[in-house]
């Protein structure tokens, strides 16, 4: 069954997974682990899909939670 979950769930090891799986992967950066922890923590407003146990979706965002959300990646 999958599930929605608001916030930082993912670790970098299944965000960079994701990414990968996604194609996101060949425009991100990937092998540098310590910007993909950036983007993680920096985006104010994450959602996150699991499969159970397992990530299989994310939206990654930066918001003022008004007016505006710019939306910075979706992997699926």
Same mark, same amino acid.
Do not use: W
């Given at each position: 069954?999958?599930?929605?979950?608001?916030?930082?769930?993912?670790?970098?090891? =299944?965000?960079?997974?994701?990414?990968?799986?996604?194609?996101? &992967?060949?425009? +991100?950066?990937?092998? /540098?682990? *310590?910007?993909?922890?950036?983007?993680?923590?920096?985006?104010?407003? =994450?959602?996150?899909?699991?499969?159970?146990?397992?990530?299989? &979706?994310?939206? +990654?965002?930066?918001? /003022?939670? *008004?007016?505006?959300?710019?939306?910075?990646?979706?992997?699926?």
């Amino acid at each position: 069954m999958l599930s929605y979950r608001q916030g930082h769930q993912l670790t970098i090891a =299944q965000f960079r997974d994701l990414l990968v799986r996604s194609t996101l &992967g060949k425009r +991100r950066p990937i092998d /540098d682990p *310590d910007c993909l922890r950036g983007m993680l923590e920096n985006a104010n407003l =994450q959602i996150t899909c699991f499969d159970g146990d397992h990530p299989v &979706g994310i939206a +990654r965002s930066v918001t /003022d939670f *008004d007016y505006c959300c710019y939306l910075s990646d979706l992997a699926v």
